[in-house]
Each structure stands twice: as C-alpha cells, then as structure tokens.
C-alpha cells in the first residue's frame, strides 16, 4: 500500500481529521486529479466531472478538520481512487 493509499484509507476511515497533513492532502488531491489553483491562502481543488469545488487552508501544517470532512464526503461520492 503506498503513501497516497494510507492517507486516502485515513481519511476515509475518519477517526483523524484533526491530525492529517494539509501538505499531503493537498499532494493527494493533485494524485487524484484535481488542478489547483492558490488565492491567497485559500487552494482551490477542480476537477473536470465534479460538481463541488474543493477549497483548503492551513490549520498550521495540518488542514482544517471540517474540510478533510468534506474532502471525505467528495472521496465517496464519486468513488475516487477506488480500484477498478
């Protein structure tokens, strides 16, 4: 299982939103498809097929617990990353 794996099956399995790596959320977004685009300190994730819009600030090096949420719901929803 490789790095982006573990981090996709930590997220999913939620019982650490607080502590995931805004960094390797942000790296995995991109592994998965995403552009991304930087407002200020706002990073902007779209991907062509998906209707939300992805938006992350830092929580010191961590990414803020509600947006992993939302990144989770995003996840499963369109089943990305899932082997097919």
Known sequence: MGKYDK???QILQGAADTNISFKELCQLLSQLGFDERTRSSHHIFRK????????????GSHAKPYQVRQVRSVLLKYRLGDDE
């Open 48 to 59: 062509a097929g998906i209707e939300e819009k992805i938006n992350l600030q830092k929580d």
């Open 7 to 9: 981090l996709r099956s």
